[in-house]
């Protein structure tokens, strides 16, 4: 089982095409809707009485547990306000209002400090730290942040780092956390700090993957033609690269490490199909692996 922490919101959406207004999503929400497709998962967090219940009856019927989120009946839920350029190379953030978020304190239930693995989202570092201090002797914990964090609380995100096994991060987090333009040096820089496994994100252009016992490994994205809402992509490729490596015992082999960046390449892409997470709640697991097959087709080659 995964254990997924962190954030639960409402989001409102800008792109050059459409506008989405008050969409349920969140690190949480998109991490597990991934996930889910691969492995068991129980997510920790919160909501005001304004989140939609019928969504989260939608989560459970995918199976996934929502025993653990908070719902404050008299607290609006997280509120996140965001206008892409045309191209979905940049974004802007026109409001962030964490309401009920701002007061959250995860407590682990029995089960899921049990769990094989633990996801932390983009939750300050003395939150992260009380996760971790939470679980019981799991086999993989992996962390994300962002880069107000690295401002405003570098020492606390270092202090995660070393008692993490996988930093998920993109690439300007990478580059701003290590102080290097070079992704490759500041992958190697990273694992320095602490985790076995680093995945710098590079957005439609893939990721690298950094072992300590081996070369960088670059993936490509999945092409599309057509890209909606880059919203929570990040979210479901952890979702999906977490999601496999549960499904085989949480294995380090080389080979299941591709496999698992290959599962978070499609479930990144697949999120960004179509606003919020309407994409990645339409998707089963056959549509999801006919995705994997033609990107496992497109990465091999014959000498």
């Not at 800008?14 to 690190?27: D, H, L, Y």
């Not at 009485?49 to 609006?76: C, H, Q, Y």
């Not at 570092?125 to 880069?147: C, F, G, H, N, Y």
């Amino acid at each position: 089982m995964i254990t997924c922490v962190g954030s639960i919101a409402l989001d409102t959406t800008k792109t050059a095409e459409a506008v989405a207004s008050e969409i349920p999503g969140g690190s949480a929400v998109h991490f597990a809707l991934a996930s889910s497709l691969l492995s068991k998962t129980s997510i920790v967090s919160c909501v005001g009485g304004d989140f939609p219940k019928a969504f989260l009856e939608k989560m459970s019927k995918r199976g996934i547990d929502v025993s653990n989120i908070g719902i404050a009946k008299n607290e609006k839920t997280f509120r996140y306000h965001s206008t892409f350029s045309e191209d979905f190379q940049d974004r802007s953030s026109d409001l962030t209002a964490l309401n009920v978020f701002e007061k959250f304190e995860p407590k682990l239930t029995a089960a899921q400090r049990k769990a094989e693995i633990a996801f932390i989202g983009t939750l300050s570092p003395r939150i992260q730290l009380s996760v971790i201090d939470q679980m019981e002797k799991p086999k993989l914990v992996a962390m994300d942040t962002i880069e107000f964090f690295i401002k405003s609380d570098l020492q606390g995100v270092l202090d995660v780092l070393s008692k993490v096994d996988c930093a998920i991060l993109n690439e300007s987090e990478a580059r701003m956390l290590c102080g290097k333009a070079n992704l490759v040096a500041a992958g190697k820089e990273v694992l320095k700090m602490g985790p076995e496994l680093c995945i710098i994100k590079k957005g439609e252009h893939g990721s690298i993957l950094f072992t300590k016992d081996g070369q960088p490994h670059p993936f490509p994205g999945f092409p599309l033609e057509c890209i909606v809402d880059p919203t929570g992509a990040g979210d479901a490729f952890a979702g999906g690269f977490l999601g496999y490596l549960a499904s085989c015992g949480c294995s380090r082999k080389r080979q299941d490490l591709s496999r698992a960046v290959a599962w978070g390449t499609v479930m990144g892409s697949i999120a960004v199909e179509a606003f919020g997470t309407d994409s990645l709640l339409k998707t089963d697991r056959k549509t999801a692996q006919e995705r994997y097959d033609i990107y496992r087709s497109l990465m091999h080659y014959e000498e």
